[in-house]
């Protein structure tokens, strides 16, 4: 992957900014997620070719003193979160394996949070944007949600448990969270975490099932 290029003139403005903080070269960022994840694997990927000191979290998030250990080994100043189950081949799967989408999604996700929180160190947290849909108070081309909306899609395993995280995460002011709505690569990638690639297709056979207008399921019915 080439180095990093900000899209646009504000996000190559914000990166400036952040690249130039005092103090910015000596910061250690660990990354969970990074070892087997599609958009952790990047994150890495970018921060190595930023020239930025990287490690890659050792430790399952629903194992807490595994994390703890993790954290003496590396002494991270920053941590990004990108860890997490899909299911595979659709969010389907999280359907019939709900404690697995709790362990790792909630709690493991809880557990770094609150670690981070008592070590007064940030957190950046790589959700998923699958937890709102179109309503009578936001139709399509109406007022979009803010921050103090409650997530109102509930309609899969994956989502709904995603929808009490962020409630539960407005507790960590040390936790900033971003939504990965449906994720695009320009390159084929075999992890399956990016929403279209080149060389996927959609299949007649493709499990698919019909779902509310706005959330996030089609996108993993069809292309998953």
Known sequence: MSAFAPPDDFAAAAFAKWTKTPGADSEVYLVYGG????????????LKDSGKTVHIGEARLENREAILR???????????NAAGVTGRPNVDWCE???QTVIRTNIIGTLNLADICW????????????????????????GPGFTEEDRANFDGSFYSKPMGFLEAML?????????????PTSA???PSGGSFVAPGRSVSAASPFRPVAPGSCETGRAIFG
């Open 35 to 46: 070892a087997t994840g599609w958009l952790g694997g990047l994150l890495v990927t970018l």
């Open 70 to 80: 993790d954290f003496e080994k590396f002494k991270p100043t920053r941590v990004l």
């Open 96 to 98: 019939d394996n709900k």
């Open 118 to 141: 008592n070590k007064e160190i940030h957190c950046t947290l790589y959700a998923t944007g699958c937890i709102f849909e179109y309503d009578t108070a936001h139709p399509i081309g």
């Open 170 to 182: 407005r507790s960590h002011n040390t936790t900033l969270t971003l939504r990965a709505r449906m």
């Open 187 to 189: 390159t084929p990638e």
